[in-house]
């Protein structure tokens, strides 16, 4: 059987704690989240059609003005933190390498749904601009 020399390194720079513990902290942040906001969620697989109403700044700041989904049987998608993640995943997408999109409003409408496989968000649908 080999030896195998196991080198030890002191922990340093500015960040050695938080690289550290970031793997646990990511854990347990997971858990919390799901424990506080679980019953929120999107249902993977579920697919939830409705709206998202959003303006992206003259700073490239982006704002979800309005948003409503709703799954087949009529029931409403309630915010949560993965839903936040998502728009704003979503809208942040959209505005990356389209020229003259700041300081305008556009509207989504189509459907949301996250894999059941991966948990990956897909929106389908349409975007257009509304005249304000």
């Not at 087949?72 to 839903?83: F, I, K, N, Q």
């Amino acid at each position: 059987m080999p030896v195998r020399t196991i080198r030890y390194q002191e922990p340093s720079g500015p960040d050695w704690a938080a690289r550290a513990f970031a793997g646990p902290e990511a854990l347990y942040k997971a858990q919390v989240m799901e424990s506080t906001w679980g019953h929120l969620a999107p249902k993977q697989g579920v697919k939830y059609r409705g709206f998202v109403l959003f303006t992206i700044g003259c700073f490239g700041d982006l704002t979800i003005i309005d948003y409503e989904f709703n799954s087949r049987r009529g029931v409403a998608l309630d915010g949560s933190p993965w839903l936040y993640d998502d728009l704003h995943g979503f809208v942040g997408d959209f505005s990356q390498g389209q020229e003259h999109r700041e300081g305008k409003v556009y509207r989504f409408d189509g459907t949301y749904s996250q894999s059941e496989e991966t948990g990956e968000y897909r929106f389908n649908g349409t975007v257009s601009r509304i005249q304000v």
